[in-house]
Nanobody, 124 residues
Framework: QVQLVESGGGAAQAGASLKLSCAVV????????LGWFRQAPGKEREFVAA????????NYGDAVKGRFTITVDSAKETAHLQMNNLKPADTATYFC?????????????????WGQGTNVTVSS
C-alpha cells in the first residue's frame, strides 16, 4: 500500500488552467501506474487520464482529450495533470489512483490505492 497526496486544486474561471499533482509517499512496492479520476456531486466517478508504470503509455477520457495532459516525474514519484481551457463541466473532486505495474487503465478497478482528492471548481 502507498499513500497518495493530491494538490493543486482550487477555483478557476472557464478558459483558465490549473495543474494538479499527485505525490507518491512511502512506495516500497515497485513502479506504479498513476491515474486521475473525478467525481462531481451526484455523478459516477469518471476517468480523466492515466499514465503507465513505464511512462510510455497515456490514456485520456473523451471529455478531456486535447485539453488535459498527464506527465510523471519518476525521480520524485509525482504525477501531474495539466488542465487547460477549463470548463464548468470539469468541476469535480479529482482523485489520484496507483496501480503496481499498471498499464494506465481507464477503469478505476485497476487501481489499488487512492488519495483523498482535491477539489476543482470552474465558473463560467
Amino acid at each position: 500500500q502507498v499513500q497518495l497526496v493530491e494538490s493543486g486544486g482550487g477555483a478557476a474561471q472557464a478558459g483558465a488552467s490549473l495543474k494538479l499533482s499527485c505525490a507518491v509517499v512511502g512506495n516500497t512496492l515497485g513502479p506504479l501506474a498513476l491515474g486521475w479520476f473525478r467525481q462531481a456531486p451526484g455523478k459516477e466517478r469518471e476517468f480523466v487520464a492515466a499514465i503507465s508504470y513505464t511512462g510510455g503509455t497515456t490514456n485520456y477520457g473523451d471529455a478531456v482529450k486535447g485539453r488535459f495532459t498527464i506527465t510523471v516525474d519518476s525521480a520524485k514519484e509525482t504525477a501531474h495533470l495539466q488542465m487547460n481551457n477549463l470548463k464548468p463541466a470539469d468541476t469535480a473532486t479529482y482523485f489520484c489512483g496507483a496501480a503496481l505495474y499498471g498499464s494506465g487503465s481507464p477503469s478505476d478497478r485497476a487501481y489499488d490505492d487512492w488519495g483523498q482528492g482535491t477539489n476543482v471548481t470552474v465558473s463560467s
